[in-house]
């Protein structure tokens, strides 16, 4: 499916659940707007809620992705870049995200589906983060806490930014990943700077990373 499509559609829905209401839109509404018929809004989506979360599907393989490059050596990089990915995608959005914000904190139906969702990242940073603790014997129980407060850190921030209470959402996110950070390689950042050697091996730009790795070590982002 053309992703323009799929876009168009996401678009539509979101305007006219402002405008309406979203039990007052229908399938038929949405496709309309859009410019497309009934039968490419169900190829599309499944549901009229699935269309406010038109990237749920992408950013769960982005993440997934992220996830599997990392090994046991690597997995707070890992986990901190993979988090990363979906914040972006949502400062990236703006205004779409704050309108879809504003939606899911009114409609029981689309609040449900955004915690199905959350769930979703949840369980795959569960399940990465205990094949990298597999040696441990309560690798289940610290992988279902890390995954727990990587979520809830990611969501607590993204809550402040869409509330308009942050305009450093980057900076708090790296603060609050610090927790995460420290739950997976049992070591808090240290309270003053030390030299640090750190080989790598990566084709992302260097000022892309830089942050993060100077976060893992206990250095000012």
Known sequence: MNPAVKDRLAGAALELFEERGYEQTTVDD?????????????????????????????????????????????AAVAVVEA???VMRHYLHEGDVARGRY???????????????????????????IA???????????????????????????????LRGLTDLPEADFDVAMQEAVAMLTGRHPPAESRPAVVVFRTDRD????????????????
């Open 131 to 161: 094949g990298w603790l597999a040696d441990r014997e309560d690798a289940e129980l610290r992988a279902e806490l890390i995954a727990a407060v990587v979520v809830t850190a990611h969501n607590y921030v993204l809550r402040q930014w």
């Open 206 to 221: 260097l000022d892309a990373i830089l942050p993060t790795l100077r976060m893992l070590i206990g250095e000012p982002t």
């Open 30 to 74: 949405i496709a309309e707007r859009a410019g497309v018929g009934r039968t490419t809004f169900f190829r599309v989506f499944g549901s009229k809620e699935d269309v406010i979360f038109p990237h749920h599907e992408q950013l769960l393989d982005a993440v997934r992705n992220r996830l599997a490059a990392g090994t046991p050596q690597t």
């Open 83 to 85: 988090a990363r990915l």
């Open 102 to 128: 504003r939606l899911t904190s009114s409609v029981p139906a689309l609040r449900h589906r955004e915690i199905a969702g959350m769930q979703a990242y949840q369980r795959l940073f569960r399940e990465f």
